[in-house]
């Protein structure tokens, strides 16, 4: 048997490393979830609350899909289009469509598809398309490709003249852009965690599940509520410059990459707020009709401000996306 040199003994440990963590995300995310911020629709009516260009869109007639020969990419077998404001020939707006349609990648749409052995590290094929896990090197999903399929399509519908068809699109493109700004969807536990959880993964998945999912129910919670912190970042996040935020798929990048570190600032305040169970290896979710609005100089006052950053980010990138729509399809 030869002997390592230095640089083949790093290699070595190199590869090692690498195949411990795709190990420790495949085990991780088996259980983990792939809903994002709770409810898009709900978030997305705050969000346009500033759009006045969306009133010149308040009479859209509905029009059956007719895509067949560009919108191409496998939809889950499940999958059934729906049509929630009426049959093609009713009017809609294009607010509706967004809020209507902002959670349509989720009804199945992705669910129970093929696309890469590695989707198992995702939770699946809906997983895949809805997230952007980073560790290290390492990237799991497509949610910056889908995003930009969408955002294609809606140019494809506009070229047509089809405007119901340029919004719903719209508001597909805008879902995978949502999802990719909760930051549990760029990575599932701070890094750290990950490493030192490595020997005892039950807890490791119960606590990361836990934070997930806790995360999402509080923001709904607090949505519903009218948090007025919550509600402002929602509402008036101002968009970025399309100079620098160029595409779709950069946005998706950029909001998963910025949520990552955010995970490690939540997850305390996380366990501060809500307590151990929030730690535990048993699923816990937080009694919600028990949440009140927070008081300022709370722990949860701080939790909400924490957490309207990427919620703010939502938003943002949201107008991002429509500002770029609109310079590219001339909307
Ligand atoms: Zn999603």
């Known amino acids: 048997m030869?002997?390592?040199?230095?640089?083949?003994?790093?290699?070595?440990?190199?590869?090692?490393?690498?195949?411990?963590?795709?190990?420790?995300?495949?085990?991780?995310?088996?259980v983990s979830p792939v809903d994002a911020?709770?409810?898009?629709?709900a978030c997305t009516k705050?969000?346009?609350?500033?759009?006045q260009w969306l009133k010149a869109y308040d009479s859209i007639t509905i029009t059956p899909w007719t895509y067949e020969e560009v919108d191409t990419a496998a939809i889950g077998p499940n999958f059934v289009l729906q049509f929630i404001e009426g049959k093609p020939g009713t009017v809609t707006s294009a607010a509706a469509i967004l809020t209507n349609y902002a959670d349509e990648p989720d009804w199945k749409m992705d669910q129970d598809l093929n696309f890469s052995p590695f989707q198992v590290l995702t939770g699946g094929s809906q997983g895949w398309r809805h997230q952007?896990?980073?560790?290290?090197?390492?990237?799991?999903?497509?949610?910056?490709?889908?995003a930009q399929y969408f955002f294609d399509l809606a140019g494809k519908a506009k070229e047509k003249g089809d405007l119901y068809w340029?919004?719903?699109?719209?508001?597909?493109?805008?879902h995978y852009v949502q999802d990719t700004t909760q930051p549990y969807h760029g990575i599932p536990a701070p890094?750290?965690?990950?490493?030192?959880?490595?020997?005892?993964?039950?807890?490791?998945?119960?606590?990361?599940?836990?934070?997930?999912?806790?995360?999402?129910?509080?923001?709904?919670?607090?949505v519903a509520l009218n948090s007025p912190v919550l509600v402002a970042a929602l509402r008036s996040t101002a968009p970025l410059d399309i100079a620098t935020a160029a595409s779709p798929s950069w946005l998706c990048r950029r909001g998963a990459y910025l949520g990552r570190p955010e995970v490690r600032t939540l997850w305390p305040m996380e366990t501060t707020f809500f307590g151990s169970?929030?730690?535990?290896?048993?699923?816990?979710?937080?009694?919600?009709?028990?949440?009140?609005?927070?008081?300022?100089?709370?722990?949860?006052?701080?939790?909400?401000?924490?957490?309207?950053?990427?919620?703010?980010?939502?938003?943002?990138?949201?107008?991002?996306?429509?500002?770029l729509a609109r310079q590219e399809y001339g909307l």
């Open 37 to 41: 911020w709770n409810s898009h629709g």
């Open 46 to 51: 705050l969000i346009i609350s500033d759009q």
């Open 132 to 146: 952007y896990y980073g560790l290290g090197w390492l990237r799991f999903g497509v949610a910056p490709s889908r």
């Open 166 to 174: 340029t919004f719903r699109y719209l508001a597909r493109a805008m």
């Open 2 to 30: 030869g002997t390592l040199d230095k640089g083949g003994i790093m290699k070595r440990s190199r590869k090692l490393l690498c195949a411990a963590l795709v190990v420790a995300f495949a085990l991780f995310c088996l």
């Open 191 to 222: 890094t750290g965690l990950i490493f030192k959880g490595i020997g005892n993964f039950g807890a490791l998945m119960g606590s990361a599940t836990n934070h997930h999912y806790n995360l999402e129910e509080y923001q709904g919670a607090m």
């Open 277 to 323: 169970n929030v730690d535990g290896k048993d699923s816990w979710t937080v009694e919600v009709s028990a949440l009140r609005v927070a008081k300022s100089g709370t722990d949860q006052a701080a939790y909400d401000l924490e957490l309207s950053g990427p919620l703010g980010r939502m938003s943002s990138y949201t107008k991002t996306l429509f500002e």
